[in-house]
Every structure is written in C-alpha cells, then in structure tokens.
C-alpha cells in the first residue's frame, strides 16, 4: 500500500495485521482521487472507520487542509499513528478514538466537513444505514458537502438518506463507490 499522488506520493504506508480491517486498494484510491481532484485542495476531509488511515493520508498529501480521522480498533489506531509517524506528519490532521456514531451526534454542530469517506467493516453492513442517516441529517457537513460510501459491489446502497441523495456509483472489481450530496434547493446554483 502506497501514497498515490502528491507531496506524499509513492511513500509506503502499514496495514493492520488480520482481516478485521480491509484497506482501500490502491487502484480504488487512485479512482476516487481523480473524481475528488478538483475540490481536495484546501478541503476539510472526513475518513470515517478510517483503519491505516490511507484515504486521509492521500487526502492530505494531495493538499487537503485539515483531515479528521474517525476509528476505535486499537490495532488500527496503532498503524495509523505509526503510518502518520512514518511519513513526519505533526500537523493538518486529528484523530479520534471513538465509534463513528456517537461521534458523529457529539459533532453534529461543528463546523462540517466538505468531503467524507466512509468504509465500515463489510461485514457491518448496517453501519452503512446509519452512518449516511446521521451525515444526511445535516450538521457534520458544509454546504455542498460531498459523501463518499465503499462498499461491495453486490451490497446496493439505497439512493437517498436524509438530505443526501446519491449522485454517481462507480464500480471496480468486487467494490463500488457511491457518491451522495446534498442537492441545491429550488433557486440555488
């Protein structure tokens, strides 16, 4: 596993040992990347169930301003400290040790997020549903926010949860990325 792009690029990063946390591939991060290339530069990054941390590790290195990492394996707060460590991280960045739920009804009222990546366990699959429900409800989101979902390819993710209504589906291989935002209201640009 690698940085892609960047001022990171090709910088090595760990993964947590077992199956219980499954990194986005490199060539999945290399495809939401060049979707997400023109709104990175200065964003507010979310990566929820963040694992080795790579999505905001790539998110950072291709110049997000400030990346919020979400995660509560022990195992896998330990690669992502180290991985941060590994590649001089000391700033541009927080991690929180937490269950994404609760954290996300304790942000709810913070400044929000322009960008969000979630990827639950797979076999967590209800965490999908209450994830989107909880970013649909608004709060952990700036205007014209955009919400990020992996999942398998055969797991179908519903179209619309709360405000957020899915805008694109890409597919690669065994996984799939859906994308969500917040559609303008009657009269907005």
């Known amino acids: 596993m690698r940085i892609i792009a960047g001022s990171l690029r090709s910088r090595t990063l760990e993964a947590p ?8 591939s490199d060539r999945l991060r290399e495809t939401l990347f060049n979707v997400l290339a023109p ?11 963040a694992g080795s941390g790579a999505v905001g590790l790539e998110a950072l ?13 022990p195992a896998a707060l330990k690669v992502l400290r180290a991985n941060l460590d590994k590649l001089g991280l000391r700033s541009g960045f927080h991690i929180h040790a937490a269950a994404v739920g609760p954290w996300l009804r304790r942000e709810s009222a913070g400044p929000g997020f322009d960008l969000v990546f979630l990827d639950p366990p797979y076999d967590a699959a209800q965490e999908y549903a209450s994830t989107l ?5 608004g709060g952990a989101l700036r205007r014209g926010a955009l919400v990020v979902a992996e999942h398998r390819r055969k797991e179908r993710l519903e179209d619309r949860y ?3 209504e899915r805008t694109r589906l890409l597919e690669q ?3 799939s990325l859906s994308f969500y935002a ?4 009657a009269g907005e640009v």
């Open 61 to 73: 290195s291709r110049g997000a301003a400030q990346v919020a990492f979400v995660e509560r394996a």
């Open 162 to 164: 709360g405000s957020l």
């Open 17 to 24: 040992p077992g199956l219980a946390t499954r990194p986005t």
């Open 173 to 175: 291989g065994d996984a």
């Open 133 to 137: 429900t909880l970013l649909g409800a």
């Open 39 to 49: 709104r990175i530069e200065g964003a507010s990054f979310l990566d929820l169930y």
């Open 182 to 185: 917040v559609p303008p209201k």
